[in-house]
């Protein structure tokens, strides 16, 4: 089974902090996602990466960076935190780069809360 | 600008009836269409997909049915189950990525 997780289920920040969100995967997958969920707008993609050290701005990239040192990890981090970047925060690992399918599997989530 | 679109945000069917799910997408050039399925506090898991060439697939109580001159997908589950209540996300693949449709939460009532 293709294990995603993340460092934190819930985690509570202050307007400002510098904020690390880790995800690591045991299976080898080439491809690494982080989206943010919110209520009516489903999943938005922040970064995504197709392989180590390399990385790509998705749809609402502004405010976050990403960092992919080792195949099996992908971190987001907001450099400084703001009350709008509350949100609910998934990782999601994919097989092949190269591959027309790509089912996702998603790790369980961290729910930041930004005071 | 959404390329993904599920336009209920709920749905509320009594167990053992039908539930049917419907996604709309303008992008001619997605080549699968994946269905997830999100409990609360939960990551959300693979459900179903389909092939851009296909028009429909079915597994077990689920069967996704793909309209590409209508640019339409829904997923049908018969019959549903309390268990079955959870936001369901319908997904299209482009380039190695998938683009989301904002959800809907289903609710099956005993």
């Known amino acids: 089974d293709v294990k995603v997780t993340q460092s934190s289920r819930y985690l509570v920040k202050r307007t400002g902090e510098k904020v690390f969100l880790e995800c690591v995967q045991d299976?080898?997958?080439?491809?690494m996602f982080w989206y943010r969920q919110d209520p009516g707008l489903g999943l938005r993609l922040i970064y995504f990466?197709?392989?180590?050290?390399?990385?790509e701005k998705g749809d609402i990239p502004e405010g976050y960076s990403v960092s992919r040192e080792k195949k099996e990890r992908f971190s987001l981090i907001l450099e400084s935190a703001s009350t709008n970047q509350t949100s609910m925060y998934l990782c999601?690992?994919?097989?092949?780069?190269?591959?027309?399918?790509?089912?996702?599997?998603f790790g369980p989530g961290t729910r930041l809360t930004v005071l | 600008d959404q390329q993904v679109k599920q336009n209920s945000p709920s749905l509320s069917v009594q167990e053992g009836r039908i539930s049917i799910l419907n996604c709309d997408y303008t992008?001619?050039?997605?080549?699968?269409f994946l269905w997830y399925k999100k409990y609360p506090a939960e990551g959300p898991t693979f459900l179903i997909s389909?092939?851009?060439?296909?028009d429909k697939n079915e597994d077990g109580r689920f069967t996704v049915f793909l309209n590409k001159s209508a640019k339409h997908l829904s997923l049908h589950i018969v019959p549903s189950q309390p268990g079955d209540s959870a936001v369901y996300f319908c997904?299209?693949?482009?380039?190695?990525?998938?683009?989301f449709g904002q959800g809907t939460e289903l609710s099956v009532k005993p």
């Open positions: 997904a299209a693949s482009v380039g190695g990525k998938l683009i």
């Open positions: 990466s197709y392989d180590v050290k390399m990385k």
């Open positions: 299976m080898d997958h080439e491809n």
């Open positions: 389909i092939s851009s060439i296909k």
């Open positions: 992008n001619s050039m997605f080549d699968y």
């Open positions: 999601a690992s994919s097989l092949y780069a190269g591959s027309n399918y790509n089912e996702q599997f």
